[in-house]
C-alpha cells in the first residue's frame, strides 16, 4: 500500500477523532476542534489525490498492483491515475544490449575442435509489454535480476549452440591462406537459438558478431596449415619457373648452336647450309 494512502488514512483518522471531539468540545473550543477535524480532511484528501498519482519513465512499462500483487493492468509512461491504494511499478521495456564487445569482455564458447574460443557479439533486445506484469511477479520487480538470471544466461547458451559446429580449420581459402569465416550465418544461430530459448518473454531485434578469438593451440595450427598452403604454393611455382628455364636453356643451346655454325662458315668460306641443315646430302654434279 502506497505511503501516502497510509497517511491519508492516519490523517482520516485523526479527521474523524477531531469532528467526534468537536461534537462534545465546550463551547469555547469546538471551533477549533471543527476547524482542526476540516484541516485534516482536506489533507486526507490531498494525500489520497497524491497517492493516486503515479510517474512512469518513457519506454517503461507501468505493472499496476494492489497490495504488492500484480492486479494483470499495465500503463504506459507518462502520468497514471489508479486507486489510492493501489501503485504502479516499473519495468524496463526500453531496448536493452546484450554487450560481449572486446577480448576480455568475449563469451567463451566451446567450438566443433573442441577447442575454447571467445565470441565478440552484441545481442539487443526488448521485453514484450504484454508479459511484463508476470516478469515482475516473478522477479519480484528486480528488472536486474531478470536481465541476468533470464536472459544473460539464456542469451550465453544461445551462444554457445551456434558455435558448437564452428571450425576456423575448415575455412581457410586454400588459394590464399586467409581464414574466411562468414560470421552472418552464426549470428542467425544465435537469433533463432535464444528465441528459441526464451519464448514470449523477449523479443531480440539484432545481432552483430564482430570476431572469434581463438585459444593459442587453435592460432598455432591455423598458422601451420597457412605455412603449408604457402609451401605448396611456392613449389608448384618451383615447378613452373623449372619449365620455363628449361625451356629457354633449350632455346639458348638452339641460338648457340646456329651462331656457332655461322662463326665456322665464315672463317672457313664454305656454305654454312651444311651444319644448319646437317640432314642434307649434297649430290655429285
Known amino acids: 500500500m502506497p505511503v501516502l494512502f497510509v497517511g491519508a488514512l492516519i490523517v482520516f483518522a ?14 469555547g473550543t469546538k471551533s477549533t476542534a471543527v476547524g482542526g477535524a476540516i484541516g485534516a480532511l482536506v489533507l486526507g484528501v490531498a494525500l489520497t489525490i497524491a497517492s493516486s498519482a ?13 497490495f504488492n500483487k500484480p492486479t494483470g493492468e499495465t500503463t504506459g509512461s507518462g502520468l497514471n491515475w489508479v486507486a489510492p491504494w493501489q501503485k504502479i511499478g516499473e519495468w524496463d521495456a526500453s531496448r536493452q544490449k546484450y554487450d560481449h564487445i572486446g577480448a576480455d569482455n568475449a563469451v567463451p564458447v566451446r ?8 565470441v565478440e557479439l552484441l545481442v539487443e533486445w526488448q521485453v514484450r509489454a504484454e508479459n511484463a506484469p508476470r516478469q515482475f511477479m516473478d522477479y519480484k520487480g528486480d528488472f536486474e535480476a531478470f536481465r541476468g538470471q533470464r536472459v544473460g544466461v539464456q542469451l550465453d547458451g544461445a551462444v554457445n549452440d551456434a558455435f558448437a ?3 576456423p580449420l575448415a575455412n581457410i581459402d586454400a588459394k590464399t591462406g586467409n581464414l574466411n569465416v562468414d ?29 572469434v578469438n581463438h585459444d593459442e593451440k587453435t592460432e598455432a595450427n591455423i598458422k601451420v596449415f597457412q605455412d603449408k598452403l604457402a609451401q605448396g604454393r611456392n613449389l608448384d611455382q618451383d615447378l613452373i619457373n623449372a619449365e ?32 644448319l641443315n646437317p640432314g642434307i646430302v649434297m649430290g655429285a654434279k
Open 14 to 27: 485523526a479527521a474523524a477523532i477531531g469532528a467526534l471531539y468537536a461534537v462534545f468540545a465546550p463551547r
Open 54 to 66: 503515479n510517474s512512469v519513465p518513457v519506454r517503461n512499462v507501468g505493472i499496476v498492483t494492489s
Open 111 to 118: 567450438t566443433g575442435t573442441l577447442a575454447v574460443a571467445g
Open 165 to 167: 559446429t564452428y571450425n
Open 183 to 211: 560470421l552472418k550465418p552464426f549470428a542467425e544461430k544465435v537469433k533463432t537459438s535464444a528465441q528459441e530459448r526464451l519464448g514470449q518473454d523477449i523479443e531480440i531485434l539484432s545481432v552483430t558478431i564482430i570476431r
Open 244 to 275: 620455363k628455364q628449361k625451356a629457354v636453356t633449350e632455346k639458348n643451346a638452339e641460338v648457340d648452336k646456329i651462331t656457332r655454325c655461322l662463326e665456322i662458315a665464315e672463317k672457313t668460306g664454305s656454305n654454312p647450309g651444311l651444319c
